[in-house]
């Protein structure tokens, strides 16, 4: 088969590779579409050395859309069948540490322990490939509603998803949102579906526009300083929750700031240099601050509210390559070229769903 195959930081290739087979309780996928994720870029560039991946070389991906196609030991007993299309998901967790029992497999005790557990496109193979073998724990059966590329999407849907859900706003409460890359576009979508009663996205330039767009209250933080404008917009009292999805080092402490007394913060963008907290402030007001990893069961109702129309993952995709064009879709995301926010790669061709 096909696949992009990083062979060292910032040396990658599409060429020929062994198809791979199913293994017990896994089941062997025809990829239809796969959408090129933030932590991408950090994964090929090499910025996690040893981590993601363990070793090189690796075929990277974990947004994706396909067909199952062969079935491992033990799936069809599950009720898995050839051409279900599915949507993938990174983590196939472990299942029997004390995280996984109580349903936070995200968060694994057995993390990158070899047959125990895999991060698919992390620390294990990935979906810009024409095929792809994942555990049934990591793909969910795909409603005909949705096309490839909103199911390509359901992964960070379910991420934005579990980062609202940690973030524990209740109806009607003022949501800030900072950063509108995807991911903060997502968690914007999710904050309002599940009831938030304002939200307001916190950015600039053409990333915020979009959030103008999809109908969000917006603060421009080049123009105006954004804890004083958030506060500005909510009487003083600042927001309820504060969602931070931008990995800024400041952000953080920005978050702290513009919530209100006993407010909460949840933390999903992942700062590559110290992000400073305002102890002060985050224990005298009782500001909870959290972090967010990935998604913990959110998927299905990810699924559900995209079906729904309730979010709008389409939306966000602005631009369409072939995996053999791979270089040209990188280059693209990484230099945000033409507005790009959501791109999404074919393995077959670049035709929409």
Same mark, same amino acid.
């Given at each position: 088969?096909?696949?992009? +195959?990083?062979?060292? =930081?910032?040396d990658?290739?599409?060429?020929?590779?062994d198809r791979?087979?199913?293994g017990?309780?896994?089941?062997?996928?025809? +990829?239809r579409?796969?959408?090129?994720?933030?932590t991408d870029?950090?994964?090929?560039?090499g910025h996690?050395?040893?981590?993601w991946?363990?070793? #090189?070389?690796?075929i990277?991906g974990?947004? #994706?859309?396909?067909?199952?196609?062969?079935l491992?030991?033990?799936?069809?007993a599950?009720? #898995?069948?050839?051409? $279900?299309?599915?949507?993938? $998901?990174?983590?196939?967790p472990?299942?029997?540490?004390?995280?996984c029992?109580?349903g936070?497999? &995200?968060?694994?005790?057995?993390f990158?322990?070899?047959?125990l557990?895999?991060?698919?496109?992390? &620390?294990? =193979?990935g979906?810009?490939? !024409?095929y792809v073998?994942h555990?049934?724990?990591?793909?969910?059966?795909?409603?005909?509603?949705?096309?490839?590329?909103e199911?390509?999407?359901?992964d =960070?849907?379910g991420?934005?998803?579990h980062?609202?859900?940690?973030?524990g706003?209740? =109806?009607?409460? $003022?949501?800030?949102?900072v950063?509108?890359g995807?991911?903060?576009?997502?968690?914007?979508?999710?904050?309002?579906a599940?009831?938030a009663?304002?939200?307001?996205v916190?950015?600039?330039?053409? %990333?915020?526009e979009?959030?103008r767009e999809?109908g969000y209250?917006a603060?421009?933080?080049?123009?105006?300083?954004?804890?004083?404008?958030v506060?500005?917009? $909510?009487n003083?009292?600042?927001?309820?929750v504060a969602l931070?999805?931008?990995?800024a080092?400041?952000?953080?402490g920005?978050?702290?700031?513009?919530?209100?007394?006993?407010?909460?913060?949840?933390?999903?963008?992942?700062?590559?240099e110290?992000?400073?907290?305002p102890?002060p402030r985050t224990?005298?007001d009782e500001?909870?601050v959290?972090?967010?990893?990935?998604a913990a069961?959110?998927?299905p109702?990810?699924?559900?509210?995209a079906?729904r129309?309730?979010?709008?993952?389409?939306?966000?995709?602005t631009?369409r390559?072939?995996l053999?064009?791979f270089?040209?879709?990188?280059?693209t995301?990484t !230099? %945000?070229?033409d507005g790009?926010?959501?791109?999404?790669? %074919?393995? &077959?061709?670049v035709?929409?769903?």
């Amino acid at each position: 088969m096909r696949a992009l +195959v990083v062979s060292a =930081p910032d040396d990658f290739a599409v060429r020929d590779v062994d198809r791979p087979s199913p293994g017990p309780f896994e089941v062997l996928c025809h +990829v239809r579409a796969a959408a090129i994720c933030g932590t991408d870029p950090h994964i090929i560039q090499g910025h996690y050395p040893g981590f993601w991946p363990k070793d #090189w070389p690796l075929i990277p991906g974990h947004e #994706w859309c396909g067909d199952i196609v062969e079935l491992g030991e033990g799936a069809a007993a599950l009720g #898995w069948t050839a051409g $279900t299309r599915v949507a993938g $998901t990174s983590h196939a967790p472990c299942g029997y540490c004390d995280r996984c029992i109580e349903g936070r497999y &995200n968060i694994c005790e057995n993390f990158g322990v070899a047959g125990l557990h895999a991060q698919y496109g992390h &620390n294990a =193979p990935g979906a810009y490939a !024409e095929y792809v073998v994942h555990s049934v724990r990591s793909v969910f059966a795909v409603p005909d509603v949705l096309s490839d590329e909103e199911a390509a999407m359901l992964d =960070p849907a379910g991420i934005a998803l579990h980062t609202v859900v940690r973030g524990g706003h209740r =109806p009607g409460d $003022t949501v800030a949102v900072v950063g509108p890359g995807v991911m903060g576009l997502l968690v914007a979508e999710c904050a309002r579906a599940l009831g938030a009663g304002r939200v307001v996205v916190v950015g600039r330039g053409r %990333r915020l526009e979009k959030a103008r767009e999809l109908g969000y209250e917006a603060v421009d933080f080049s123009a105006v300083e954004p804890v004083d404008a958030v506060r500005a917009a $909510t009487n003083g009292k600042g927001a309820d929750v504060a969602l931070e999805c931008s990995g800024a080092p400041e952000a953080v402490g920005q978050c702290v700031e513009m919530v209100r007394k006993g407010g909460r913060v949840a933390v999903i963008g992942i700062p590559l240099e110290d992000a400073r907290v305002p102890m002060p402030r985050t224990v005298l007001d009782e500001i909870d601050v959290v972090g967010v990893r990935a998604a913990a069961g959110e998927v299905p109702r990810a699924i559900e509210i995209a079906a729904r129309g309730l979010i709008r993952p389409g939306e966000l995709v602005t631009h369409r390559f072939a995996l053999e064009d791979f270089a040209d879709a990188y280059a693209t995301f990484t !230099e %945000r070229r033409d507005g790009a926010l959501k791109i999404i790669v %074919r393995p &077959n061709g670049v035709a929409a769903a």
